[in-house]
């Protein structure tokens, strides 16, 4: 047993241990001291105790972040790819970058955007060029729809949102409200269109697209031509002819047929 403590501001130390004499005697020590190192010194030299070590104290400090440039693992997305496509009886090879994961009807594909400027291709994955005899990586053909849906797709994804305007307005008579004026609007991608040129914004306010989720569903096919509301000129990048602006051309007059005589 040992007490210590501050009596009157000073250090004050009395140590009653049980220790072994010369002869192994059990003893008690009575030992006091007014000084802390002697009573440390006690403790370490009669008893073989040492004072219990002070933790050290840890500075928590915020880790740096370390940037890393992204590096596409092979075929993965945004990596370049060497494809070979058929054309007229002969196999070209071309270079592209794979943009995303191919349709899902097409096993261990990718879609491959060429750095010639030509339309996004499917790109199958052979795994056994040597059973086969054919390239690493061929041409899937019969996907012009989905390469029309992956350029609208990017098109969106450049401009980066999607806008409406009024395109027509009509009266509607309905008996729990009356006379009401209902607008039919269209959705645009490219400010410049000259279908929104000098069209006003909805009366009604609308949520804006999620145009990821809009992207997602372009490539996907989930969105109909015909059943929404998306401009055909810059949504949809249809080749539309402005037959308004063209003059019409007048037929000819036929010749009078001569009088019988």
């Given at each position: 047993m040992r007490e210590s403590g501050m009596v009157g501001g000073r250090f004050f130390a009395w140590c009653r241990l049980a220790y072994r004499d010369d002869t192994s005697q059990v003893r008690l020590c009575d030992?006091?001291?007014?000084?802390?190192?002697?009573?440390?010194?006690?403790?370490?030299?009669?008893?073989?105790?040492?004072?219990?070590?002070?933790?050290?104290?840890?500075?928590?400090?915020?880790?740096?972040?370390?940037?890393?440039?992204?590096?596409?693992?092979?075929?993965?997305?945004?990596?370049?790819?060497t494809f070979a496509e058929a054309r007229d009886g002969e196999v070209i090879l071309r270079r592209g970058q794979v943009w995303s994961l191919g349709?899902?009807?097409?096993?261990?594909?990718?879609?491959?955007?060429?750095?010639?400027?030509?339309?996004?291709?499917?790109?199958?994955?052979?795994?056994?060029?040597?059973?086969?005899?054919?390239?690493?990586?061929?041409?899937?053909?019969?996907?012009?729809?989905?390469?029309q849906n992956l350029r609208r797709a990017e098109n969106l994804r450049r401009f980066g949102r999607l806008f409406p305007v009024v395109v027509s307005t009509h009266w509607q008579y309905t008996r729990s409200v009356g006379k009401t004026l209902v607008e039919t609007w269209c959705w645009h991608v490219d400010p410049t269109c000259p279908?929104?040129?000098?069209?006003?914004?909805?009366?009604?306010?609308?949520q804006p697209f999620d145009i990821t989720q809009v992207v997602l569903e372009l490539i996907s096919g989930r969105i109909n031509a015909s059943t929404s509301r998306f401009c055909r000129r810059c949504f949809w990048l249809d080749d539309i002819e402005d037959t308004a602006a063209r003059p019409r051309s007048r037929p000819h007059p036929r010749p009078s047929a001569s009088p019988r005589h």
């Open positions: 030992a006091k001291f007014d000084r802390p190192a002697e009573f440390v010194e006690h403790m370490a030299d009669v008893h073989g105790r040492t004072p219990p070590r002070t933790p050290k104290a840890r500075t928590w400090r915020r880790p740096q972040r370390t940037r890393t440039l992204y590096e596409p693992k092979q075929y993965g997305v945004g990596a370049w790819a349709p899902p009807g097409v096993g261990n594909s990718r879609w491959v955007v060429p750095d010639d400027g030509g339309d996004a291709v499917v790109v199958r994955i052979n795994q056994r060029p040597v059973l086969t005899g054919q390239t690493l990586l061929d041409v899937v053909p019969g996907y012009s729809m989905h390469r279908d929104a040129a000098g069209k006003r914004a909805p009366s009604k306010e609308f």
